[in-house]
């Protein structure tokens, strides 16, 4: 066995995955299905970061009533990806403000953090789209929807 | 290198899947292992034997069947998007009350946890979507 499969092989590898939403909560699933994505592999003990970025902003958007198309409104499950110990949320700036959007206009996403005698923190980080190049060069896999 | 393969687009509309064919063909004659190939999205809809398109176009569910029993492929079709696009084998036919299945030969179906897996074991991870 080579060193690079010994290295991956083991069941506690931790790599760094990057869930990347670029759509539209409804008009297509890529959303929904991210997030069934995202909810299932919180059981593999993964670092695991989403970005949302592009149309995917609106994912996060607070007051989202979806009776009308519908379709089941899924985006409390954000709110609750915290439990799932996916804690970190960026969304990229540029997106909002192109879209007339700011952090105001999105849900309040929170966690407890372990490490800090369980202090709640916000999720949801804005980045610029410079940032983003380094946050996604760090990645070892990024999953695309 | 090993690699692991992410098809999230159906057959024919979108070109994801006749390029990830193409990709697992040349990264093969090239020495290299591939994984495994997982189908999310519309991408399950690749596994259907039931795709007849006409005769002097490519099969891609026939394609990637024989490049699945030529090479040993591991393909597999997630189980929660199969089940909301009628894609079924003949445990989950039965299981769902269903009167017929339809998975091709060559694949088959299991859940997401294969993918995450398939990121975690693959040296690379390569998306073939929209």
Redesign the interface.
Known sequence: MSE??QE??GSD?Q?K?LYLNRRAPYGT??AL?SL??VL??A??D?DVSLAFLDDGVYQLLKGQDTKAIGMKNFSPTYRALGDYEVTKLYVEKESLEERGLSIDDLMEITYEDEDDDWAEKPSIQLVNRSEFAAIMAAQ?????? | M?IGI?V?EGPFTHQASDSAYQFVKAALEKGHEIFRVFF??DGVNNGTRLTVPPQDERNIQSNWTELAEKHNLDLVVCI??AQ?RGILDENEAKRQGKDADNIAPGFRIS???Q???T?????R?V?F?D
């Open positions: 690079q499969e991956f092989s590898v790599k995955f699933i890529y299905e069934e994505v299932i592999g059981a593999f993964q070892d896999v990024i999953l695309s929807f | 090993k992410l999230s999310y999205n929660a998007a909301r859940g997401l946890g993918l995450i897996e990121g975690i074991e693959s040296d991870l998306v979507g």
